[in-house]
């Protein structure tokens, strides 16, 4: 027998306490989210400056 084969077959536990979660709820938690907002626009800015610097227009 496997580690974990008796587990395969058992339901998935439902809280008495807690009602489970709104699906749309669920879905925020993993949506993805702007760990680096304003990069885009840092990034053009230093490519516009250096195109200038190069005198690119």
């Known amino acids: 027998m496997n580690k ?3 587990m395969i077959d058992m339901k998935r536990p439902v ?3 807690h009602p ?5 709820d ?8 702007a760990a680096l907002s304003g990069h885009r ?5 230093e ?3 250096y195109d200038e610097d ?3 227009q």
């Open 41 to 45: 626009e840092a990034l053009a800015e």
């Open 4 to 6: 974990y084969e008796d």
């Open 26 to 33: 669920r879905a925020a938690q993993f949506a993805p989210f």
């Open 15 to 17: 809280s008495k306490k």
């Open 47 to 49: 490519i516009k400056k």
């Open 54 to 56: 190069l005198g690119y």
């Open 20 to 24: 489970p979660m709104p699906i749309k």
